[in-house]
C-alpha cells in the first residue's frame, strides 16, 4: 500500500529544508536520495520542490537516528515511504526488545553480584552436569562464539577444556564472569578496567563492579528515553504527515 503524501502550497528549496535542521543543502539531497525522506516533486527547470511534509520528514529522521541508530533509522523511514508499516514497526519493536534485553541483563547480574556483596564469598562451582558449551554460553550473553574464544586469550576467561575434543565448558562461575565481560565491553570498558573490575569480585571486593553495571543501567536508560522519544515522533509522522489509501492500524498499536 503506497503513501499519498497530502497537499500542501508552499515549496521549499534544499536551502531552505537544510535551515530548519541547521544542516547543508547537500545533506538534505542525500538523505532524499537513500530515503530518509519522500522524493521530492520537480519544477519544469528541473529544481526540487519540498513540502512541510517534507520538513516534518526530516525532522522525524532525525529523531530517529537518535533513538534507533542510522541504519535502523533508515529501515522504518524507507518502510514508511514505501506503505509497508509491517516492515516499519517490526524494527521498532526489536529496538525495544533489545533494551528489554539488556536491562533485564544487567539486572540479573545486578542481583549476582550484589548477592556477592552481601556473602562476601565467591558462588559455588556447579556440577558438572550443569555446564554449558560455548555455543550457548554465547547466546545467554548475547555474543558471539568467537568472542568468549577472544575475551579467554586476553585472560578474562578460563573455561574447563575437554581432554580428548578440547571442547569449552563453563560453569556457573564462568557463565557469571562472561556476563560481566559481556557488559562491561558494552558500556565501553577496555580489558584492564574489565580485569580489574573482575579482580575486585576474585578478593570479594565487588563495589567497582556495582559502580560499572549501574553506570551501563543508567546508560541503558538513557537510551530508552531516546528510543521511546523516537517512536512518538514516528506515530505522530504517521498519523499526520501521511494519508493511506485505507487506515493501517498504526496509531493503536504505537500508543498502547
Not at 20 to 30: E, F, M
Not at 35 to 40: C, D, E, N, V
Not at 223 to 250: F, R
Amino acid at each position: 500500500m503506497q503513501p499519498r503524501l497530502k497537499t500542501h502550497v508552499k515549496a521549499l528549496r534544499p536551502v531552505d529544508l537544510a535551515r530548519t535542521a541547521g544542516i547543508s543543502p547537500s545533506l538534505v539531497r542525500t538523505y532524499e536520495q537513500v530515503g530518509f525522506l519522500p522524493a521530492a516533486d520537480r519544477s519544469p527547470n528541473g529544481y526540487r520542490r519540498y513540502t512541510d511534509v517534507h520538513v516534518e520528514a526530516l525532522r522525524v529522521a532525525r529523531c530517529l537516528i537518535a533513538g534507533y541508530g542510522w541504519q535502523r533509522a533508515l529501515q522504518v523511514m524507507r518502510a514508511v515511504h514505501a506503505g509497508d508499516s509491517a516492515a516499519a514497526l517490526a524494527v521498532v519493536d526489536a529496538c525495544h526488545a533489545e533494551l528489554h534485553r539488556q536491562r533485564a541483563q544487567i539486572d540479573e547480574t545486578l542481583r549476582t553480584l550484589e548477592r556477592i556483596s552481601r556473602t562476601q564469598t565467591r558462588a559455588p562451582r556447579v556440577t558438572a552436569g550443569r555446564v554449558v558449551r560455548i555455543g550457548a554460553a554465547a547466546q545467554l550473553a548475547g555474543v558471539r562464539p568467537s568472542a568468549l574464544r577472544f575475551w579467554e586469550e586476553q585472560g578474562l576467561l578460563q573455561p574447563t577444556r575437554d581432554g580428548t575434543t578440547r571442547s569449552r565448558y563453563y560453569d556457573h562461575e564462568q557463565m557469571q564472569r562472561v556476563q560481566i565481560v559481556a557488559l562491561l565491553r558494552a558500556a565501553g570498558y577496555r580489558f584492564d578496567g574489565i580485569r580489574s573490575v573482575l579482580d575486585d569480585l576474585a578478593t570479594s571486593r565487588p563495589a567497582q563492579a556495582l559502580a560499572a553495571l549501574e553506570q551501563r543501567r543508567r546508560s541503558v536508560q538513557r537510551a530508552s528515553q531516546q528510543t521511546m522519544h523516537a517512536t512518538s515522533a514516528l506515530n505522530g509522522y504517521l498519523q499526520n504527515s501521511v494519508e493511506l489509501d485505507q487506515p493501517m492500524g498504526v496509531g493503536d498499536h504505537l500508543t498502547t
